[in-house]
């Protein structure tokens, strides 16, 4: 049996934490998917923590070693860099990975506010031969992608409403350690925006969803957290936000469109959700139910019955797994991670697939946004967003 011809792409990843080992085990079974041309090789790997880089080499054994990222990015294996680190050091280090030469797989925020970001689209704009991309996996669900299809096909009608959000319970115990996620200095004013916000606007971006204003409402509740030693120390950052914005698109008049990103939400672990009502077509979908789909049809004079789907694996790139399986959360990482190896190796238009990455105009939107969010809820009034 001759195994298809693969393109390797040598990754390296700087910042070896919780999202560098998932990207990495996303590469390490990279047989799960099936068809493709080209695979990721985690040939490099850096962090400044001994530890975490001890811990990374089960998901990446081959993976060379460095404590200094400059290092890693003059290993001439390393093709593309995926960058998982706190928010503050985004933009030295994305900017030294563009002018390095390599494509850019960075996290969100991008950037740690509007001006950081700014740079780095700068940076980007400057190198059209470097593909860069920021990571968001779960429009990458099954069912998200099926919102996606029916939105940007036109069956919808028009637009009622957009709700999409990122709900966590993860700091509603107020002993919960503190970490640089719970301090401005390292996660930035947008607190929980900056964490979470770019997972509930990127697929409204991507189906053509504008926000004009918001009004925004920042909560903040647990104000201190004990540190490594029990002592309690100031915990600034935002824990919840809910976004009230007059939304456009592609078709007729303006909609009102809810963001919620929030750290305490109880009883949610990690819920990504986006509900759209419609004229004609409306259509809900949640990680809290990742295979199912409600979708409610419209048509005059006929009942409004909600439809309940069950959805197995339906990826966008097809894998081993059986279609009646279900798909989860590093599934849709490894599906992110293959759409960006799909546009490097054959660039937007060849893709296998459609859905790309999220593009650095996504983000810029995104900080937009959020920067808007902080002087309305700052003002207390709505605020333009430029
Ligand atoms: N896409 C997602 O679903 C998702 C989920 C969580 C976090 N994130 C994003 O991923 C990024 C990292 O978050 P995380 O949860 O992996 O954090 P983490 O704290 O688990 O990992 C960050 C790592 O960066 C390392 N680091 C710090 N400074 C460094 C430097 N100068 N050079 C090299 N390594 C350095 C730290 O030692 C740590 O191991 C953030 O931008 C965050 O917003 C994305």
């Known amino acids: 049996m001759t195994a298809r011809a693969q393109r390797t792409i040598g990754f390296g990843v700087i910042g070896c934490g919780l999202m560098g080992r998932e990207l990495a085990s996303a590469a390490a079974r990279w047989n ?3 068809g493709l041309d080209f695979r990721p090789e985690f040939v490099a790997a850096c962090d400044t923590d001994p530890a975490t880089l001890d811990r990374f080499a089960a998901s990446a054994p081959t993976a060379r070693a460095y404590n200094r990222y400059q290092d890693l990015l003059n290993d001439p294996r390393v093709e593309a860099v995926y960058v998982a680190v706190p928010h503050d050091l985004h933009t030295e280090i994305y900017l030294a990975v ?3 030469g390599k494509h850019l797989l960075g996290e969100k925020p991008f950037g740690i506010d509007l001006a950081a970001n700014a740079r780095i689209l700068d940076e980007a704009l400057a190198r059209p031969g470097q593909l860069v991309c920021c990571s968001s996996e779960f429009p990458f669900f099954p069912g998200a992608q099926m919102v996606f299809r029916a939105v940007r096909e036109g069956k919808a009608g028009r637009i009622l409403d957009v709700r999409s959000g990122l709900l966590h319970s993860s ?8 970490n640089w996620k719970r301090t401005v200095r390292h996660n930035g ?5 900056g964490d979470l916000g770019m997972h509930a606007v990127h697929l409204p971006l991507r189906c053509g969803f504008r926000a004009l204003d918001v009004r925004a409402l920042l909560t903040k509740v647990h104000h201190h957290r004990p ?3 029990g002592a309690m120390v100031p915990c600034d950052t935002w824990d919840n936000a809910v976004l009230a914005c007059s939304g456009i698109g592609p078709g007729d008049g303006e909609f009102p469109m809810l963001f919620e990103t929030k750290r305490l939400a109880p009883g949610h672990a990690n819920t990504w959700f986006i509900s759209i009502d419609a004229t ?7 990680t809290r139910n990742p295979r199912t789909i409600e979708t409610l049809p419209y048509s005059p004079n006929s009942p409004q019955a909600r439809h309940v789907r069950d959805i197995g694996y339906e990826s966008a790139y097809p894998a081993v797994t059986g279609g009646i399986f279900e798909f989860g959360f ?3 990482i490894q599906q992110m991670l293959a759409a960006f190896c799909d546009e490097l190796a054959h660039g937007r238009d060849g893709m296998r697939q459609p859905f790309y990455c999220a593009t650095p105009d996504e983000t810029s939107r995104s900080h937009a946004l959020f920067d808007a969010a ?3 809820h700052e003002s207390r009034s709505v605020a333009c967003i430029a």
């Open 32 to 34: 799960h998917l099936v």
């Open 189 to 193: 004013r947008y607190g929980c925006m």
């Open 227 to 229: 540190d490594h030693a």
């Open 98 to 100: 563009l002018r390095a």
């Open 171 to 178: 700091d509603m115990d107020p002993l919960k350690r503190i």
């Open 374 to 376: 902080l002087r309305s």
């Open 330 to 332: 590093p599934d849709a």
């Open 280 to 286: 004609e077509l409306s259509l809900r979908f949640s």
